[in-house]
């Protein structure tokens, strides 16, 4: 007959627990920086869309000679903006590792092989549990250093021109009008 104790003894995990919680966390993680690609992407995609149109809006007031100086900034600067949001936006690349072999899960490291023999690569990685971790987790670190660092260093220089323009071309546009 069973005891009451017997029914609230902790019961110990399924072995497959760990790779369960593992594969879980790494596929959370990885979901995660493939979001911030598409932010990073979309943040961009609004930057040149705005200045785009905002060049030939303010090049609309080029003809008033007290405020070419802060139409010329703008304009520049705008075109700049645009410039690095563009750069943010072309694809990135892994940096190959030493032995010249790419990572099997990312795009990049696939069309290196052919069919069967990624095939084959893939089979051999899937039947190891610690291969399989090893490229999820790598492909996690790429898709941050290789991918993010430069997309958001490209963006943040994007936002820095705007701004740096806008706030010249303030003070070119507003002074001569209000003197």
């Not at 069973?2 to 003894?9: F, I, L, V």
């Not at 996690?140 to 701004?163: E, T």
Request: glycine share 6%; with cysteine; proline share 6%.
């Amino acid at each position: 007959m069973k005891t009451p104790e017997a029914d609230h003894q902790p019961t110990s995990p399924p072995s497959n627990w760990p790779a369960l919680l593992r594969g879980s966390v790494l596929s959370s993680a990885q979901s995660k920086h493939v979001q911030y690609i598409s932010l990073a992407d979309r943040r961009a995609q609004v930057i040149i869309t705005i200045n785009a149109f905002l060049i030939p809006l303010t090049l609309s007031g080029y003809t008033k000679p007290e405020i070419r100086i802060g139409i010329i900034l703008f304009s520049l600067a705008a075109a700049l903006s645009i410039f690095f949001a563009i750069i943010s936006l072309m694809p990135k690349r892994y940096k190959v590792d030493a032995s010249g072999s790419g990572n099997l899960l990312h795009f990049s490291g696939i069309w290196q092989y052919d069919e069967t023999s990624y095939k084959e690569l893939m089979k051999g990685a899937l039947e190891s549990r610690n291969t399989i971790t090893e490229l999820m987790v790598s492909d996690i670190y790429h898709l941050s250093n290789d991918v993010l660092r430069p997309k958001f260093r490209w963006i943040r220089l994007s936002f820095y021109a705007f701004l740096v323009g806008l706030s010249c071309a303030l003070i070119f546009i507003v002074g001569p009008l209000v003197s």
